[in-house]
Every structure is written in structure tokens, then in C-alpha cells.
Nanobody, 124 residues
């Protein structure tokens, strides 16, 4: 069974930093790429950033551009989300997701696997 396991969530102050990690238990599960999403309670899940196995990175959410950075360690089947200059509006549950097989078009709309989420709370 393929699993995605997030870690690194927690609490931070405004202006602070957190780093999230997501490890895929199967290399094949993310043979296209992976991404980070977040969801505020009562709102839709929103896509933040994606990264392919070829290291193509897209930041999809303008509000995190320049503050959040996605990276990966392919040997460990792990992606990271470095979050800097945190704001109260970054408070959410953060999820990672993975797309298997090949990346075509807007591949991030068809993720195959999801983690269970890690909560992030930013306070002033």
C-alpha cells in the first residue's frame, strides 16, 4: 500500500519559519511528481507548489510565491516545503500529494495519492 506521510507541522509566530516533509513509501507512487496543498477549515483545498521528478517547479499560489519553496530528495522519495515569513493566513492543514506514471499537461489536477495532512498554526 502506497502511503504519503507528512511531518513538520506545528505552531510558529508571524514572520517565523517551518519546514514540512513528505515521504512516499513507494518510488513509483511519485514517478511523475508531487505537490503541496493546504486547506483551511470550511474552505476548498488549494494548490501551493508542485515539483516533478525532473525538478520542474511551479508555484501555483501567488500568496506564497517568494515565501514558500518546494524541494526534493529523490533518493529518499521525499519532498519538502520550506515556509518563511509566515502569516496568520497560512494557518491550515497542509497536505502532500503524488502523481504516478507520466506528467502530462496540468498533471497536478489528477493526483493519485494523498497524505493525511499536517496542521500548521501561525499566531501573532
Amino acid at each position: 500500500e502506497v502511503m504519503l506521510v507528512e511531518s513538520g507541522g506545528g505552531s510558529a509566530q508571524v514572520g517565523g519559519s517551518l519546514t514540512l516533509s513528505c515521504v512516499a513509501t513507494s518510488h513509483a507512487a511519485a514517478s511523475c511528481g508531487m505537490g503541496w496543498y493546504r486547506q483551511v477549515q470550511g474552505q476548498r483545498r488549494e494548490l501551493l507548489s508542485t515539483i516533478t521528478k525532473d525538478d520542474d517547479i511551479i508555484t501555483h499560489r501567488p500568496s506564497v510565491k517568494g515565501r514558500f519553496t518546494v524541494s526534493q530528495d529523490k533518493a529518499k522519495n521525499t519532498i519538502y516545503l520550506q515556509m518563511n515569513s509566515l502569516r496568520t493566513e497560512d494557518t491550515a492543514v497542509y497536505y502532500c500529494a503524488a502523481k504516478r506514471y507520466y506528467c502530462t499537461g496540468s498533471w497536478w489536477f489528477g493526483m493519485d495519492y494523498w497524505g493525511s495532512g499536517t496542521p500548521v498554526t501561525i499566531s501573532s
